[in-house]
C-alpha cells in the first residue's frame, strides 16, 4: 500500500490498523531546538479520541501518545526539544473488539471502503476497515501537534461545527470560547440542545448524520503558498479531503461564490498602517494560491456515517445479493471528531507552505 505519506520539507508517513496493537505516525523535516514532549501533544489528542461523550464512539481509548525519537533534553536545551531527526509517535489500540466485525466479514459495508479495497488489493481488513478506519486520524493529530510547533503560537488555528445534518448554527450567536464547553465543538450554546435531541433520535433508530466543520486559521502572513501547481488552497483542500468521510470543500465563498456580481466577490482593499486592509474575505485567504495574510476560511462537508443498524441491500465477496446492519461501537454523526482532525490537516498544510516558503525566499 503505497501514499501514506503526506507533505513535501515537513512530511508526515501515518502507519497502523484500527484493530491492529497500535498506529502511530513518523515525522520528518521538523526544524531543531523546538519545544516538544508528550505532553504539548496530548491534549490534541483528548479532544479527538473516542469515548468522551454519549454523542460519539462508546470505544475507550486513552490514546496516550509516547515519543520514541526525534526529541532530546539536557542540561543547556531548558527542556525537550526537537533535534532536528524523525520524529516518531505511538499510540496504542486497548479497547479494539474484532469479535464485532466477524458477520460481516465477507460482506461490503455499503458506504464503506470495503469493496473498493477488496477491488485495489484483493484482500481487506474487515475488523473495523484497516487503514480505511478514522481510526488513522489520530496519527495526524499527532503530528498537527508537532506541526504547531513548528508554526508557533502567532499562528491560531481553530475548527468549529456550524451544522449537524439540516440544524445549523446561528451565527450571530458565534463565540470562539463555547466551542470547548460542549461536546460538539460548537461556537453557538444555543445549538447544542437541538443537536443532542436529534443524535438521541438518530441513535434510537440505529441511524446517523453527517455535519459541516469550519476551519480558521489566523496569524498567517501573505506570502505563503505558489501560484500554479502548489496553491495553498488546493493543497488545503487535498488535505481535508483526503480526511475520512470528507465529501465537499469551500474556501472562503466556495459555491456560494457563484451566485455573486464581480464587484461582490472581490475583496476591495483600502491602506492600512501596516499594509492592505481588505474590507471582505469572500476568498477565504487566498489569492492566486497565495495567503492575503487574511484568516484562511475552509469548510468540510462530512457524509453520515455509514455504519448503522438499518439493514440495507449489499453483496458478499462472492458476489452473491445479501443484506446488512452494522453492529459495534460507532459514531452517529463523525463529523463530530472530524473538528480536531481538520484542525491538524490545515496545521500540517501551513508548516510544509512556511518551510517551503523560507526555503524559497527567506
Not at 479531503?241 to 470543500?249: E, L
Request: hydrophobic residues 35%; glycine residues 12%.
Amino acid at each position: 500500500m503505497s501514499h501514506n505519506t503526506f507533505g513535501k520539507l515537513f512530511r508526515m508517513t501515518s502507519w497502523g490498523e484500527s484493530h491492529g496493537p497500535a498506529l502511530g505516525v513518523v515525522v520528518d523535516g521538523c526544524p531543531p531546538a523546538l519545544p516538544m514532549s508528550e505532553d504539548l501533544i496530548q491534549p490534541w489528542l483528548d479532544r479527538r479520541r473516542p469515548g468522551s461523550s454519549r454523542h460519539v464512539s462508546p470505544r475507550q481509548e486513552p490514546d496516550r501518545v509516547k515519543i520514541l525519537s526525534g526529541v532530546f533534553e539536557d542540561d543547556r536545551t531548558g527542556g525537550p526539544v526537537t533535534t532536528g531527526a524523525p520524529i516518531s509517535l505511538l499510540i496504542e489500540n486497548q479497547d479494539a473488539r474484532s469479535k464485532d466485525y466477524d458477520a460481516i466479514r465477507d460482506k461490503w459495508r455499503p458506504g464503506h471502503a470495503d469493496y473498493t479495497y477488496d477491488a485495489k488489493y484483493g484482500l481487506r481488513d474487515y475488523r473495523g476497515g484497516g487503514r480505511s478506519s478514522a481510526r488513522e486520524t489520530a496519527a495526524r493529530v499527532a503530528a498537527g501537534a508537532v506541526a504547531r510547533q513548528v508554526l508557533g503560537p502567532d499562528i491560531r488555528i481553530r475548527g468549529a461545527l456550524i451544522q449537524i445534518g439540516d440544524l445549523a448554527i446561528d451565527r450571530g450567536s458565534w463565540s470562539d470560547e463555547e466551542i470547548d464547553r460542549n461536546p460538539f465543538f460548537s461556537p453557538d450554546a444555543g445549538s447544542v440542545a437541538r443537536w443532542e435531541e436529534r443524535l438521541d433520535q438518530l441513535r434510537r433508530e440505529g441511524s446517523s448524520t453527517g455535519a459541516v466543520v469550519e476551519v480558521v486559521a489566523s496569524g498567517v502572513p501573505a506570502g505563503w503558498g505558489e501560484p500554479v501547481y502548489g496553491k495553498l488552497d488546493a493543497e488545503l483542500a487535498g488535505a481535508m479531503m483526503s480526511i475520512p468521510a470528507a465529501k465537499g470543500v469551500e474556501v472562503g465563498a466556495g459555491f456560494e461564490a457563484a451566485g455573486l456580481r464581480g464587484e461582490n466577490a472581490a475583496d476591495e482593499m483600502r491602506a492600512g498602517e501596516d499594509g492592505p486592509v481588505f474590507l471582505s474575505n469572500r476568498n477565504g485567504g487566498v489569492l492566486g494560491g497565495i495567503s492575503t495574510g487574511q484568516d484562511i476560511v475552509l469548510r468540510l462537508a462530512i457524509k453520515p456515517t455509514s455504519s448503522i443498524r438499518i439493514e440495507r441491500r449489499t453483496l458478499d465477496r462472492d458476489f452473491n445479493e445479501t443484506t446488512i446492519e452494522t453492529r459495534g461501537r460507532h459514531d452517529p454523526c463523525v463529523g463530530i471528531r472530524a473538528v480536531p482532525v481538520a484542525e491538524a490537516m490545515m496545521a500540517l498544510v501551513l508548516a510544509d507552505q512556511y518551510l517551503r516558503h523560507r526555503g524559497q525566499v527567506g
